[in-house]
């Protein structure tokens, strides 16, 4: 009934809403009307499904209306075209209905066996009986079995599965760190705002220090490896949720994390104050007559309209000639957002990026809001060994079609893949990568190559730490 209620309120909409025509609503509109009734009371891992339909542009509205609806179980994630843009009537609305009738949910599994991960594998049948041994024997034979729970074998027997992949971006979080993880992703404790990784076991890799964050100001660099957390030792049975637990605290606390830098010949003691901080993705402003400064931080939701205002702003001013994207210590974001925002430079209907699934390539073109010609301007980016992802993305794309950009400091991340995310039944997730990307316009792949600067130029600590000055900055301002 509740269905059916939405679809007279729809029917309403296009009748009677002067901005709405009945004769111009599309699939893709009655798609996108019944997942906003929903999308609220949502948890966000909805947005991890993996879609099946054909033609749907990833980070799309559309594909995230039909994310919603999957996850509702209202519509199957069948490999079939949707025909999103084909132009419906209140007829067909009627068969949408049908397909739409909402379903009970299947009621989830308390727990994780191993027949149910073994299911739909034709290896995995083929050593079942070895699998079932070892985990047999381990719970009723071991001489230590009354000191370990089964459900633990289980969890370390899928973690190796995702292990045995050999991808540093592929990943299996048991449903405690599951939890943190996710907790990670949307900032929601007092931390020293760094992103972390353990690609080894007893080391913990800072990926990167959050901009303007306790790490930056304490120090702290990417590809920083932390041994010990107030002096606790990192080892190998420690798992990354445990040890973020370490380092987690209340605000205004100080942690000190003993760190390994390439380069120092003994470990360095640093200390950090943690913080709640709430982040905005890009600052901007007017350095001169001449020059116009913008830092992205973050690739993030809506990310795109800030980058906008910025970009307004800079046409405001007449005499402004030269223009620096600061993406030091940007890890990334979505893919989508950075595509809109290269649209405001790349002539409509060129590839920004493209990405490969494997078994089918998806392009992301411009849009072409026409909003600003970079040609008009001097451009220099600034880059280090945390800009990745959708950075790299940023920086290539612009440098492939206006030659004349010039990249300050060192070579980028160099991560040019994309990965999705598998929340199960007992809470555990399951990172791993499902596509690689490739620049739209000479179609460059450099996962593990990086993007080299035009102009090397090594940070000055001391003169920040002193001044408060900012040599590559100060570079690209005189350059």
Do not use: C
Not at 46 to 54: A, E
Not at 169 to 197: K, M
Not at 235 to 242: D, G, P, V, W
Not at 375 to 392: C, H, K, R, W
């Amino acid at each position: 009934m509740k269905l059916i209620s939405s679809l007279i309120i729809l029917f309403t909409l296009l009748t009677f809403a002067p901005s709405v025509s009945a004769d111009t609503t599309t699939r893709w509109d009655v798609f996108i009307y019944f997942a906003n009734q929903h999308k609220d009371s949502l948890p966000q891992t909805y947005q991890y499904i993996d879609l099946h339909h054909l033609n749907v542009q990833v980070d799309s509205e559309l594909e995230d209306a039909l994310q919603i609806l999957v996850y509702l179980d209202l519509i199957k994630n069948s490999r079939v075209d949707i025909w999103a843009d084909s132009i419906t009537s209140p007829s067909e609305v009627l068969a949408i209905e049908k397909k739409l009738a909402l379903k009970p949910a299947p009621k989830a599994p308390t727990t994780i066996t191993i027949k149910s991960w073994l299911d739909g594998s034709a290896d995995l049948w083929d050593k079942e009986d070895i699998l079932h041994n070892v985990y047999n024997t381990l719970s009723n034979s071991h001489y230590d079995r009354s000191e370990f729970e089964k459900n633990q074998l289980t969890q370390w027997a899928i973690k190796g599965i995702a292990e045995a992949a050999d991808d540093k971006y592929t990943s299996y979080f048991p449903p405690v760190e599951s939890e943190d993880f996710f907790q990670i992703l949307d900032w929601e404790y007092e931390w020293i705002w760094s992103y972390v990784d353990m690609p080894t076991p007893w080391e913990l890799i800072i990926v990167t220090p959050i901009v303007w964050s306790p790490s930056e100001a304490a120090g702290i660099k990417w590809w920083d490896r932390v041994t010990h957390v107030d002096d606790k030792e990192i080892l190998e049975e420690n798992s990354l949720k445990e040890v973020i637990t370490w380092i987690k605290g209340p605000a205004w606390s100080q942690v000190k994390l003993t760190i390994l830098r390439d380069g120092e010949s003994a470990p360095l003691d640093i200390y950090v104050v943690r913080a709640k901080i709430v982040l905005k993705d890009i600052e901007h402003e007017k350095i001169d007559n001449n020059t116009y400064y913008v830092q992205i931080k973050n690739f993030g939701e809506d990310v795109d309209s800030e980058f906008k205002l910025a970009l307004e702003a800079i046409l405001e001013e007449k005499n402004i000639k030269k223009i620096i994207f600061d993406l030091r210590n940007n890890p990334g974001g979505y893919l989508g957002e950075v595509s809109s925002m290269l649209s405001y430079f790349v002539e409509k209907g060129l590839p920004t990026a493209i990405v490969d699934y494997g078994n089918r390539q998806v392009n992301y073109t411009s849009r072409w809001y026409d909003l600003i010609d970079l040609s008009d301007y001097e451009v220099i980016f600034l880059q280090n060994g945390g800009s990745a992802s959708a950075s790299e993305i940023m920086v290539w794309t612009v440098k492939d079609y206006f030659p004349n950009t010039v990249i300050i400091w060192e070579q980028s991340f160099g991560k040019w893949s994309v990965q999705s995310l598998k929340t199960y039944s007992d809470g555990s997730t399951l990172k791993y990568t499902t596509a690689k990307w490739f620049t739209g316009n000479t179609k460059q792949w450099i996962d593990g190559k990086w993007i080299t600067p035009d102009i090397e130029l090594e940070f000055d600590d001391d003169r920040w730490d002193t001044f408060k000055k900012d040599n590559q900055l100060e570079k690209a301002i005189s350059y």
